[in-house]
């Protein structure tokens, strides 16, 4: 079973200057794609962010969240189907002897 994750930014919120040039002259732009604790009220499980150096991290320096959406989607089982939370509740607790 493999998963993806659909995500798009607003490319205006881009730091044009994190655009990195490459010796071969292709241009490349570090993000991350972070899992929400709960998807959001429009279903998006996932948030985009732009990437940061190591010195930005141990200084903690702020995050540029990129106005992003992305929801997670698993594919392999008979039908593809969007994913709605990673919590399961498959315990029955009609046969345990706790007292709540």
């Known amino acids: 079973m493999s998963k993806v994750i659909n995500c798009s930014i607003d490319v205006k919120a881009i730091n044009k200057d994190k655009i990195e040039i490459h010796a071969n002259g292709s ?8 899992e929400r604790r709960e998807p959001d009220k429009f279903g998006n ?48 607790n009609e046969d345990d002897d706790l007292p709540f």
């Open 45 to 92: 499980t996932h948030y985009v962010v732009e990437g940061q150096s190591k010195e930005e991290r141990e200084a903690k320096a702020p995050k540029n969240f990129l106005n992003s959406s992305g929801k997670e989607y698993i594919f392999g089982n008979d039908n593809n189907q969007e994913t709605q939370s990673k919590v399961s509740n498959d315990y029955n």
């Open 27 to 34: 241009h490349y732009y570090r993000f991350s794609v972070m």
